[in-house]
């Protein structure tokens, strides 16, 4: 009997259908109650939370932490653990309670960015956790946000904003009910209830989601470090521009030396080169974060004083030898990452968490990136194509498209020559031309990596482990060249195997990621940037003469196309492949169809080319 009540509270504790989902991550969030209020110029936020810890999976998620600024407060109401029976076994005391300055990466120099953290863990499972914690924030531009995205379902979620009477809000949402809005003489209460059911991450998968909840709230008008509005786009960047407007002053001895590399040069596009690579010979990227770190720059005066900044400042500064030389330039918000964020054009609001700069020139938009010592000359790169920025200027602001990449700013060209003395041993060489994400990843490697690792990598990039490499080079013909040429050569085992009257000869394949079968994909596929591929493979199979070779393919696809065509001559064999994939949003609608191509090419690709033998 007693060992039936044991179970019994187990199942209590642990809602029913803890089949699915939960055993992947072995913690679930049974309930979350956040409160915002706004009064009096601050925002406070409290988030009261229950949580299940399934078994020693969910360990992962006892630890809690909880960044804030300078001049803010963080206070932990409550925190304990109850056992599988309700019991109290565990309440966190103040000294349990550490703190830490932030900082954002190893290039930080200085944040006055803090974190106040915490763990809870217990020894026998399940066990549940509960903790409540306020913020309070001196300054805020948003008023609420609901994106979970993490890996713990939430049962019960409800998310609460009290704002005073007449206090304007802006808001957006997605698969979330609206609101309950209850008004008084003392304002007005907003209320949401949601649910979030994680899923297993897909390849490529749009960051749009047709079942997670989001909810984006601002006010009408802020005031940090000056008074800004979310009224427009406009508007908004003109709260940007009066933040960061009268930095740009530079001393006598920066302009001395302006005007000596200047001199006598009268194009502008030309100028505008000569600074941008100033710009990276001199100076680094180290972030500082102190007071409005987060959005207002330092001044020019300080990059030249100190040779280092973080995007802002930088950015600053080059705009500001350009203002000098007499060249139009904006400081431009923008937003870096991989992948290509989503964008409300409709919800102006702070979208953004990267500077760059725009220079307009004879009809065109130069994009600098001013972070990036190995960035060349109007390259914005593949973390900040294909999406909106917001160019800011003292009247006049607008957004702007950074171009995104095509085809060709994308074409890797491998060109592979097999030698096989006998089918057991070979030696290749591989000469690539990179662009694109591989152009910035292998620049990456040779300016930053040690030799060791560049080694490693280098040894599986095309072969795999079974390469034994005896040379290699990365070369880069000029700083504003957007590619890089790689040489790689080694032994490998042997390439082919005689079987009766047939060659089975090994593919160098091509990289793609298997996707999911139509059945099993939940989410829309998002390309960022095209994939353009050209493979040339030059077989030499020990003097055996060849006499037929493969069908040529060529596949055509909305979503991208894929060719290979063979030649022989005596005892060579040439491969010419080409695979383009385009960049885009697939709707689940499409997805069986660009599945069907994708997969059609992997298996190709994956292989082997079979020869009659004469």
Same mark, same amino acid.
């Given at each position: 009997?007693?060992?039936?009540?044991?179970?019994? %509270?187990?199942?209590?504790?642990?809602?029913?259908?803890?089949?699915?989902?939960?055993?992947?991550?072995?913690?679930?969030?049974?309930?979350?109650?956040?409160?915002?209020?706004?009064?009096?110029?601050?925002?406070?936020?409290?988030?009261?939370?229950?949580?299940?810890?399934?078994?020693?999976?969910?360990?992962?998620?006892?630890?809690?932490?909880?960044?804030?600024?300078?001049?803010?407060?963080?206070?932990?109401?409550?925190?304990?653990?109850?056992?599988?029976?309700?019991?109290?076994?565990?309440? =966190?005391?103040?000294?349990?309670?550490?703190?830490?300055?932030?900082?954002?990466?190893?290039?930080?120099?200085?944040?006055?960015?803090?974190?106040?953290?915490?763990?809870?863990?217990?020894?026998?499972?399940?066990?549940?956790?509960?903790?409540?914690?306020?913020?309070?924030?001196?300054?805020?531009?948003?008023?609420?946000?609901?994106?979970?995205?993490?890996?713990?379902?939430?049962?019960?979620?409800?998310?609460?904003?009290?704002?005073?009477?007449?206090?304007?809000?802006?808001?957006?949402?997605?698969?979330?009910?609206?609101?309950?809005?209850?008004?008084?003489?003392?304002?007005?209460?907003?209320?949401?209830?949601?649910?979030?059911?994680?899923?297993?991450?897909?390849?490529?998968?749009?960051?749009?989601?047709?079942?997670?909840?989001?909810?984006?709230?601002?006010?009408?008008?802020?005031?940090?470090?000056?008074?800004?509005?979310?009224?427009?786009?406009?508007?908004?960047?003109?709260?940007?521009?009066?933040?960061?407007?009268?930095?740009?002053?530079?001393?006598?001895?920066?302009?001395?030396?302006?005007?000596?590399?200047?001199?006598?040069?009268?194009?502008?596009?030309?100028?505008?080169?000569?600074?941008?690579?100033?710009?990276?010979?001199?100076?680094?990227?180290?972030?500082?974060?102190?007071?409005?770190?987060?959005?207002?720059?330092?001044? %020019?005066?300080?990059?030249?004083?100190?040779?280092?900044?973080?995007?802002?400042?930088?950015?600053?500064?080059?705009?500001?030898?350009?203002?000098?030389?007499?060249?139009? !330039?904006?400081?431009?918000?923008?937003?870096?990452?991989?992948?290509?964020?989503?964008?409300?054009?409709?919800?102006?609001?702070?979208?953004?968490?990267?500077?760059?700069?725009?220079?307009?020139?004879?009809?065109?938009?130069?994009?600098?990136?001013?972070?990036?010592?190995?960035?060349?000359?109007?390259?914005?790169?593949?973390?900040?194509?294909?999406?909106?920025?917001?160019?800011?200027?003292?009247?006049?602001?607008? =957004?702007?498209?950074?171009? !995104?990449?095509?085809?060709?700013?994308?074409?890797?060209?491998?060109?592979?020559?097999?030698?096989?003395?006998?089918?057991?041993?070979?030696?290749?060489?591989?000469?690539?031309?990179?662009?694109? %994400?591989?152009?910035?990843?292998?620049?990456?490697?040779?300016?930053? !990596?040690?030799?060791?690792?560049?080694?490693?990598?280098?040894?599986?990039?095309?072969?795999?482990?079974?390469?034994?490499?005896?040379?290699?080079?990365?070369?880069?013909?000029?700083?504003?060249?957007?590619?890089?040429?790689?040489?790689?050569?080694?032994?490998?085992?042997?390439?082919?195997?005689?079987?009766?009257?047939?060659?089975?000869?090994?593919?160098?394949?091509?990289?793609?990621?298997?996707?999911?079968?139509?059945?099993?994909?939940?989410?829309?596929?998002?390309?960022?940037?095209?994939?353009?591929?050209?493979?040339?493979?030059?077989?030499?199979?020990?003097?055996?003469?060849?006499?037929?070779?493969?069908?040529?393919?060529?596949?055509?696809?909305?979503?991208?196309?894929?060719?290979?065509?063979?030649?022989?001559?005596?005892?060579?064999?040439?491969?010419?492949?080409?695979?383009?994939?385009?960049?885009?949003?697939?709707?689940? !609608?499409?997805?069986?169809?660009?599945?069907?191509?994708?997969?059609?090419?992997?298996?190709?690709?994956?292989?082997?080319?079979?020869?009659?033998?004469?």
């Amino acid at each position: 009997m007693k060992i039936l009540k044991i179970l019994t %509270a187990l199942i209590l504790l642990v809602p029913a259908y803890l089949t699915a989902q939960e055993d992947i991550v072995g913690c679930i969030i049974d309930s979350k109650k956040t409160y915002v209020k706004i009064a009096g110029g601050r925002r406070t936020v409290t988030d009261s939370v229950e949580m299940t810890v399934l078994d020693r999976r969910g360990e992962t998620f006892t630890t809690f932490g909880f960044p804030y600024s300078k001049g803010d407060r963080v206070t932990v109401n409550y925190a304990y653990i109850s056992d599988a029976k309700g019991n109290v076994v565990r309440k =966190l005391k103040n000294s349990d309670i550490s703190e830490t300055q932030y900082t954002f990466d190893t290039g930080t120099l200085y944040s006055d960015e803090f974190t106040k953290y915490f763990d809870l863990r217990h020894n026998t499972y399940p066990y549940r956790i509960s903790y409540s914690v306020t913020h309070t924030y001196q300054r805020f531009m948003n008023a609420g946000y609901i994106s979970p995205g993490g890996r713990c379902d939430i049962r019960d979620g409800k998310y609460t904003i009290e704002v005073p009477a007449g206090y304007q809000l802006k808001r957006t949402s997605r698969n979330m009910a609206e609101p309950v809005i209850k008004s008084d003489a003392n304002g007005d209460r907003y209320v949401w209830k949601y649910k979030y059911e994680y899923a297993k991450p897909e390849v490529n998968q749009s960051p749009v989601s047709d079942s997670d909840p989001y909810l984006e709230v601002r006010p009408e008008n802020f005031v940090y470090g000056v008074a800004g509005s979310y009224d427009s786009w406009e508007s908004f960047a003109k709260w940007a521009w009066d933040l960061n407007s009268g930095l740009d002053k530079l001393p006598a001895d920066e302009t001395a030396r302006i005007d000596a590399m200047l001199k006598g040069v009268t194009d502008n596009r030309e100028k505008t080169r000569i600074l941008y690579h100033y710009l990276q010979d001199r100076n680094r990227y180290i972030n500082v974060s102190v007071k409005l770190g987060g959005f207002k720059s330092y001044p %020019a005066e300080y990059v030249c004083a100190n040779r280092f900044g973080d995007c802002k400042a930088l950015c600053n500064y080059m705009r500001a030898i350009l203002k000098y030389a007499g060249i139009e !330039a904006y400081y431009t918000l923008a937003y870096l990452d991989s992948q290509v964020p989503y964008f409300d054009e409709d919800f102006p609001s702070n979208e953004f968490n990267h500077i760059i700069v725009t220079v307009p020139l004879d009809g065109e938009t130069l994009f600098l990136e001013c972070t990036n010592k190995n960035s060349p000359f109007g390259y914005p790169g593949t973390s900040n194509q294909g999406r909106k920025a917001l160019a800011t200027k003292q009247s006049g602001s607008c =957004l702007v498209d950074v171009p !995104a990449m095509t085809p060709a700013q994308t074409e890797c060209t491998y060109r592979f020559n097999v030698k096989c003395p006998d089918d057991r041993t070979s030696t290749i060489s591989l000469d690539a031309e990179l662009r694109g %994400a591989e152009f910035e990843h292998f620049v990456f490697l040779a300016n930053r !990596a040690n030799r060791n690792d560049v080694e490693i990598y280098l040894r599986n990039y095309a072969f795999g482990k079974t390469l034994q490499m005896t040379g290699y080079k990365i070369d880069r013909p000029h700083r504003d060249t957007a590619f890089v040429n790689l040489h790689i050569e080694g032994t490998n085992p042997g390439f082919y195997r005689v079987f009766g009257q047939a060659m089975m000869i090994d593919n160098i394949s091509l990289a793609i990621p298997a996707y999911e079968a139509p059945g099993v994909r939940k989410s829309e596929v998002q390309i960022d940037f095209p994939q353009n591929d050209v493979t040339v493979i030059e077989y030499e199979l020990d003097g055996r003469k060849l006499t037929a070779v493969p069908k040529d393919i060529s596949i055509e696809s909305p979503y991208g196309s894929y060719s290979a065509v063979f030649e022989v001559a005596d005892s060579k064999l040439t491969v010419t492949k080409n695979l383009i994939i385009y960049a885009g949003r697939i709707p689940l !609608a499409e997805y069986p169809e660009f599945y069907d191509f994708v997969s059609r090419v992997r298996n190709l690709e994956h292989s082997k080319y079979q020869i009659p033998m004469p």
